[in-house]
């Protein structure tokens, strides 16, 4: 029988990344003729969507981060290795490990996502904290808190205001509700919890280089988003773009070309991402084309030209084969192409081809702002306020990987809900420079 089979005599998959896009692949890849290898350089697949929950203090990593191990521990065909690929052997078939390992593969599938883009000005990271990241998150709380302990400490009202600004460069999903929870900690959690200031005096602004915040969303959705972060006292500045950051202030240029000086200690950067360097490593060696943000444009089947039985997926590709702009880095994009993916391999395994090109189908896009407040779009449907802000909660509850995870996610979020109280606001490791 086929589950009685020797390793030798199974075909070997492997895929790198335990993101939504690999892990999707790998449990759909359950056939006993089938070896599978899930390499990832952490051990635990990331909720990324709720990680700006933990940077701002309302959950703590463990509550969006699961064991890889732990989530695979019945799939009794997969292995899981804790590294990372620093090269891929096309035709010996193999990837190299960062510890100098060579793991061999008769299907690969490629699924590293992507990690911030400065657009050149790398000298801006160590200021400007992204968030893609466990580690990004935790910084960015430990600048968030520390920024209102300095504020207290100061009797320079100049310096104190510094302080308590704080700029978030980039008006998409991410910047949009880090600034409507940076909103709720400075008027509502932090509101009683000082001596000598004020948390309400913060200030919070929202750069974006377009005329709208959330502008991939129709009109009337960006508008209403535009209303809430007033609301929430969030500063919207628009149709800008950030020329410079120093330690102690923001250069912002204006559409009409005026430069603008933002005294603040505390900037967060949600503007632009990149592929991770291994689309551009495999687009060099097979002659794909890589655009601007690294990432590498595939065939309709999420091959690769020349090697079917190579396939990449999620936010490190390129996928311009549907509709007039390529997809989305969206999970469940990353989600159904890795499905897609295991399809192809699970019917290559028994000798049977898979022609058929991959559709994406939408099921639909929302964004959280604030406490009853997000949008979302359903095909021609529209939401905005409260039902939004519930289908937003009930979707991310199902999409988080292990039920101890929704079960403890479910009862911080009902605790911060009723208290406004956030429990993780701990500062950790070495001061912010």
């Not at 359950?30 to 390499?39: A, E, H, M, P, S």
């Not at 250069?251 to 689309?279: F, M, N, R």
């Not at 391999?345 to 049977?352: D, F, L, P, T």
């Amino acid at each position: 029988m086929v589950k009685n089979l020797k390793d030798s005599e199974r075909k070997r998959v492997v895929v790198v990344g335990g993101g939504f896009g690999g892990l999707a692949a790998v449990k759909k890849l359950w056939r006993g003729n089938l070896k599978v290898t899930l390499i990832d350089k952490n051990n635990y697949h990331l909720f990324q969507p709720l990680l700006y929950q933990v940077a701002t203090g309302e959950l703590s990593p463990a509550n969006i981060a699961s064991p890889l191990r732990g989530i695979l521990r019945r799939q009794k065909n997969c292995e899981v290795l804790m590294g990372e690929v620093l090269d891929v052997d096309l035709e010996k078939q193999s990837v190299k490990l960062d510890d100098g390992q060579n793991i061999p593969y008769d299907f690969l599938i490629v699924a590293t996502g992507a990690k911030h883009s400065y657009f050149g000005k790398d000298i801006w990271r160590p200021l400007a904290p992204g968030l893609k990241t466990i580690e990004d998150a935790t910084e960015i709380r430990k600048h968030i808190l520390y920024a209102f302990e300095q504020a207290e400490k100061t009797d320079d009202p100049l310096a104190r205001q510094s302080w308590l600004t704080f700029v978030i460069v980039g008006g998409g999903p991410t910047g949009v509700e880090l600034a409507g929870a940076l909103s709720e900690i400075a008027n509502h959690t932090l509101k009683y919890d000082f001596r000598r200031i004020n948390p309400v005096d913060a200030k919070i602004l929202l750069v974006e280089a377009s005329e709208n915040p959330l502008d991939m969303y129709p009109e009337e959705l960006t508008k209403k988003t535009r209303e809430v972060l007033a609301e929430l006292k969030v500063t919207l500045v628009n149709n800008s773009k950030v020329t410079d950051i120093l330690p102690d202030k923001v250069q912002i240029t204006s559409k009409d070309g005026k430069l603008h000086d933002i005294e603040t200690k505390t900037v967060i950067w949600a503007a632009g991402v990149a592929a991770t360097p291994l689309a551009r490593l495999i687009g060099d060696k097979v002659g794909a084309s890589v655009d601007r943000a690294g990432r590498i444009t595939i065939e309709p089947n999420l091959t690769i030209a020349g090697h079917d039985n190579v396939m990449l997926i999620g936010d490190m590709t390129s996928f311009p084969h549907q509709g007039e702009r390529i997809l989305p880095g969206l999970a469940p994009v990353a989600m159904q192409q890795g499905q897609y993916a295991a399809k192809r391999i699970n019917q290559a395994a028994v000798g049977k081809s898979f022609d058929e090109p991959f559709r994406y189908f939408d099921k639909g896009s929302m964004a959280v702002i604030g406490r009853f407040e997000a949008i979302a779009q359903v095909g021609n449907w529209k939401f905005s306020g409260v039902i939004a802000w519930l289908m937003w909660l009930f979707i991310h509850i199902l999409m988080i990987a292990q039920f101890r995870n929704r079960l403890l996610v479910s009862m911080q979020w009902a605790w911060t809900f009723f208290s406004r109280d956030r429990s993780a606001r701990l500062i950790t490791g070495e001061p912010p420079q």
